[in-house]
């Protein structure tokens, strides 16, 4: 026995295909498969451009006048330039500290003692602190 599938294009253009039941039966499956997964990932999956978090845009591009925007892109290159500075271990322990870990999960992590991890964190801290310091005289001086 043969079962008639239709297929319609974008443009309007519709063809019909005869094909064994077997074989419809398993297009068919398939399309409902399709359907359920399209279904989950719209469900699951969203950009987090369009995300709220109390009211407030989450994860957007910065908003503002051209200036506060060009001021922001000036500070994130300053701090990819300072990122650049640090050894891998520093920038290793630090992305772990702004993930979140405790300075004992990072010691845990890297099998080194706890002290080191905040001895190493705190470098970071303080030399970008003065980096901070200098690129706000800087400006000012720029500003007058």
């Known amino acids: 026995m043969t079962t008639k599938i239709k297929y319609k294009f974008i443009n309007g253009e519709i063809l019909e ?31 987090l451009e369009a995300a709220l978090y109390e009211d407030e845009k989450f994860y957007a591009a910065p908003e503002g006048n051209p200036d506060q925007r060009m001021i922001q892109f000036e500070q ?4 990819l330039k300072f990122i650049e500075t640090l050894t891998e271990v520093q920038k290793r322990r630090l992305f772990m500290r702004l993930a979140g870990m405790s300075y004992r999960e990072i010691a845990r992590k890297e099998r080194v003692a706890v002290r080191s991890v905040a001895d ?25």
Request: hydrophobic share 35%.
């Open 76 to 79: 994130y290159e300053e701090i």
């Open 17 to 47: 295909v005869e094909v064994d039941d077997i074989i419809a039966a398993f297009i068919f499956k398939d399309r409902t498969r399709e359907a359920s997964a399209n279904r989950k990932e719209r469900r699951y999956n969203f950009s």
């Open 120 to 144: 190493s964190i705190d470098y970071v801290r303080a030399k970008f602190q003065s980096l901070y310091v200098q690129s706000f005289s800087r400006f000012l001086k720029n500003y007058n």
